[in-house]
């Protein structure tokens, strides 16, 4: 079982940064990709950014240009730097990974329970 605590939310006026970080724990033989998506009330949850093993990146629309993915292989941790924050940034953040725990395990997907971000106009 692998484990993954968010921390870094909180709340910041707009074109204010903030950095998120996911630290995953637990029986892990493998992580594979590792990413962040959001979600806000009403709404469904969305790709922020995703960071392959490898160091491939990929960003939702609204946020490229602005938010920065990066991980720490060393750390089993992924960080999401934002930049000129915006008030439709709001929502609550959740990392994202894909992990063995073992070598005969299967690859299965794993969520952390979410840090809230707010931005304030």
Known sequence: QVQLVESGGGLVQAGGSLRLSCA????????????????????????VAVITGGGMTKYGDSVKGRFSIS?????????????SLKPE?????????????????????????????????
């Open 24 to 47: 995953a724990s637990g029986s892990i033989f493998s992580l594979y990709a590792m990413g962040w998506y959001r979600q806000a009330p009403g709404k469904q949850r969305e790709l």
């Open 71 to 83: 991980r720490d292989n060393a750390k089993n941790t992924v960080f999401l730097q934002m930049n």
């Open 89 to 121: 940034d709001t929502s609550v953040y959740y990392c994202n990974t894909d992990a063995r725990g073992s070598s005969s395990a299967p690859v299965m997907t794993y969520w952390g329970q979410g840090t809230q971000v707010t931005v304030s106009s």
